[in-house]
């Protein structure tokens, strides 16, 4: 998993943008690796979260932002729980993915935005999630419609996808996205 980082350029005002973003001083990290040694999807990612937060304070731009480990980071927050100095390194992944979108940055594993996508779309639509619409959503963004059918299916049988979605407080959920809209377009 360890990376020759040496030759990536640096920007000096990557740090800042990604502090200014999250709210967070990644200086603070002394490279304790606790939340590497929590993440749950570390052995899939290129980069583990403490390089990456290295990375971030070196500003290693490039090498973040062209990271698959900032797109698989599934936000669960148990880096953030770890972490002895309070950082907000799941905040920090999300700042690094804001970043990379805002730049037009091709996300290092094609199908993860495509997935974003859907799973907020369905949250707008129902109030909550709804997996079988998720991954509907997902197969009309990805055009790959017969890729992990034989796994859907087996996860019908066994009653782990619901054939119907449940809706929960859509007026609710519908605010909040627009309250998130609206500090979206205030931050342009």
């Given at each position: ?12 005002d990557f740090m800042k943008a990604v502090q ?99 799973f907020l779309q369905i949250i707008k639509m ?63």
């Amino acid at each position: 998993m360890e990376k020759n980082v040496s030759q990536n350029t640096v920007n000096n005002d990557f740090m800042k943008a990604v502090q200014l973003d999250i709210g967070e001083n990644v200086n603070l990290c002394y490279q304790c690796k606790k939340c590497t040694a929590g993440c749950p999807v570390v052995h899939d990612m290129d980069y583990t979260p403490t390089q990456i937060i290295h990375a971030v304070r070196l500003g290693m731009k490039d090498l973040v932002l062209k990271s698959k480990t900032i797109w698989l980071c599934a936000s669960c927050e148990t880096c953030t729980t770890r972490c002895p100095q309070d950082i907000d390194i799941a905040g920090i992944m999300d700042a690094a993915r804001i970043i990379a979108k805002r730049e037009k940055v091709t996300p290092a594993i094609k199908d993860i935005p495509a997935l974003h996508k859907s799973f907020l779309q369905i949250i707008k639509m129902f109030g909550r999630s709804y997996e079988l619409g998720v991954m509907g959503l997902l197969k009309l963004r990805t055009k790959e419609f017969s890729k992990d059918m034989s796994l859907g299916i087996k996860m019908l049988k066994l009653g782990k996808l619901k054939i119907l979605p449940q809706i929960s407080n859509v007026s609710k959920v519908k605010k909040i996205f627009s309250k998130v809209n609206k500090i979206e377009k205030d931050k342009r």
